[in-house]
């Protein structure tokens, strides 16, 4: 005869009674973090990524230009030209940031979108002043750029935060975002108080968008080879 252990019944002779398994604790599964889930979310990470790097490519040697003692005519209108696409390439950015974090964090998403575009929108009005012929030139385009870009920094703080509460991202890349955009609002501070360009000593953390656009790669090449 075989007993169990628990009850002290007895048992048929050749079975063996098994104690019933305990139940699983009650209470939400643990939220799995640095993943996509959706289609939609992956391909809102495609567009941002895919569009902040081709923002990058363009925007850098445009900025040189712009901010070399004296660029003539046709170089400060092809730099206009440059960030007018830059412009346009942030409004797609900015939907592909609301694509990935909208199911997660509508009003997050929401902000983030609307931060970007009004950015954008910004920085499509300084363009024109160095697109057009006979625009204000480069002095007025770096006087309005720099307005811009404070919209551009709290839009970061605003991402960065973002991502944070979803935990759609690794923490180190909502962090690097938003110290990045607190960067850009730090740069126009000490400028207008010190009445000089402090970002010399800030670039480095403004390149946190850059951490950015590497994870937003990263997920959408993941998300592109999963079954």
Excluded at 36 to 44: K, L, P
Aim: charged share 10%.
């Amino acid at each position: 005869m075989t007993t169990t252990a628990a009850s002290g019944v007895t048992a048929p002779r050749g079975l063996t009674t098994v104690a019933p398994a305990r139940p699983a604790p009650a209470g939400p599964s643990p939220v799995r973090a640095h993943r996509t889930t959706t289609a939609t979310e992956v391909r809102g990470a495609r567009l941002a990524g895919v569009s902040l790097l081709a923002v990058t490519v363009l925007a850098v040697p445009a900025a040189a230009v712009v901010s070399s003692a004296a660029p003539d005519g046709a170089a400060a209108r092809l730099a206009g030209v440059a960030f007018l696409l830059v412009a346009t390439l942030d409004v797609v950015a900015a939907w592909g940031l609301h694509l990935l974090l909208r199911r997660r964090a509508t009003p997050a998403s929401t902000a983030t979108l609307v931060s970007r575009a009004g950015y954008a929108a910004l920085l499509a009005g300084s363009a024109a002043v160095l697109a057009w012929p006979g625009g204000a030139g480069a002095p007025a385009f770096a006087r309005e750029w720099s307005v811009a870009l404070v919209v551009f920094g709290l839009h970061l703080v605003i991402a960065g935060t973002a991502l944070w509460r979803t935990r759609i991202a690794p923490r180190a890349v909502a962090l690097t975002t938003v110290v990045a955009g607190v960067a850009y609002l730090l740069d126009d501070v000490l400028t207008r108080l010190a009445a000089a360009d402090a970002s010399v000593v800030l670039v480095p953390l403004m390149l946190g968008e850059l951490v950015l656009v590497g994870w937003l790669l990263l997920t959408a090449r993941r998300g592109a080879s999963a079954p």
